[in-house]
C-alpha cells in the first residue's frame, strides 16, 4: 500500500498539505451597515450562527452550516496571504512585478476589501483573462476556475456545462462572481482565508475521482497552469464519469508504508541487500558448476 506522504510527494501534494493562510486588516468597514447584496446577506446570517469554517457539504449555508473566523492581523499575515493569493490563483505562474495588482494590494493594505475581494479581483484580472481565458477552450477555463477559486476540480460534466452556460450567457466575470459569491466559498474560506486545494481535506461526501483529478492537474512544484497546455485535462474522464488514474513523476519515489522493516526511505533494508548478494554470488557459482561439469561430459564422451 501507498503511503500518504509517499504520494503527496510524488505530485507535489506538500503545498497542499499546509495550514491555510488567512488575514484580516484592522481597518476593516463594520459589517453593521446594511447588506447590499444576497451574497452579503447570506454571509452575516452564516457568521450569526458561529460554527467552525472547514470542509462539509455546500448547499445549506445559512440554515445549517457556516464559519467562525480568526484570521491574523500581523504585517507578516498580510504579504504571506498576498504571495499566497497570487500562488493559488494565478496557477503556481510566475509573475512579474509590473503583472501585480497594485491597486488591489493597497486595498487590501487599507481594509477597503478582504482577502476573498482580493482574490475575486485577481480572477478578473488582465493577467488571468489573457494566461486563462482568452488562450484556452471553455472546458480549460472552467476546469481553472474551479482550481483557483473552489480549490478543487469539477465535480462532473453538469458542473463544467452549468458555468460555460452562465459563461456564454454573461461573460467570464459572471462566473468569477458566482464562484466567490456561493455559499461553498462562504463556508470553506470566508472573507479572510486564502483558497487552497482541498485533495487532501475534501468536503464532506467528496468522491475518489475527485483526489484522483486533483492529482492528475496539481502536477509538482515548478509546473503552472499557463503553461500545461489550453485544452482540459479532465475531460474524457468528466464525459465518463471514470475516476483519473494518479500518473506519478517519472522522477518520483515511492516509499511503501506497513513494510518498514523491508523498505527505508525507498530503498531495500540492508539485511535484505547482503541476502541478495550472497544468493546472486551463491547462484553465479552453481551456474558456473553446471556449464563446467556440462562441458566435462562432452569432452569426455
Known sequence: MLSSTSVITSFGGERETKPSISFKSGQTKSSKSAALSNSE?????????????????????????????FPDISQESLENAISAAYQHVYGNAHVMDNERSASLEAELKDGRISIQGFVRGLAKSDFYKKNFYDKCSPERT??????????????D????????????????QAVIDSMVDSAEYSETFGRHTVPYMRSWRSQAGSAQS??????????????SDKAIGINSKLSQGLKTGKA????????????FS?????????????????????????GTIEITRIILTIA???FSS
Open 142 to 155: 472552467i476546469e481553472l476556475d474551479l482550481k483557483h477559486i473552489l480549490g478543487r476540480t469539477p465535480h
Open 258 to 282: 506497513g513494510a518498514n522493516m523491508i523498505l527505508k526511505r525507498g530503498k531495500p533494508a540492508a539485511w535484505i541487500r547482503k541476502s541478495a548478494t550472497v544468493l546472486t554470488i551463491a
Open 244 to 255: 483519473e488514474s494518479i500518473a506519478f513523476p517519472h522522477a518520483s519515489t515511492l516509499n
Open 41 to 69: 446577506f447570506q454571509r452575516r446570517q452564516c457568521e450569526g450562527m458561529k460554527l467552525a469554517i472547514g470542509p462539509r457539504l455546500h448547499d445549506q449555508c445559512g440554515t445549517k452550516v457556516t464559519f467562525e473566523e
Open 296 to 298: 566435462y561430459n562432452a
Open 157 to 172: 460534466q453538469r458542473e463544467i456545462t452549468k458555468y460555460i452556460e452562465i459563461q456564454a450567457a454573461n461573460g467570464h
Open 210 to 223: 475527485a483526489f484522483n483529478r486533483t492529482a492528475a492537474i496539481c502536477l509538482g512544484y515548478a509546473y
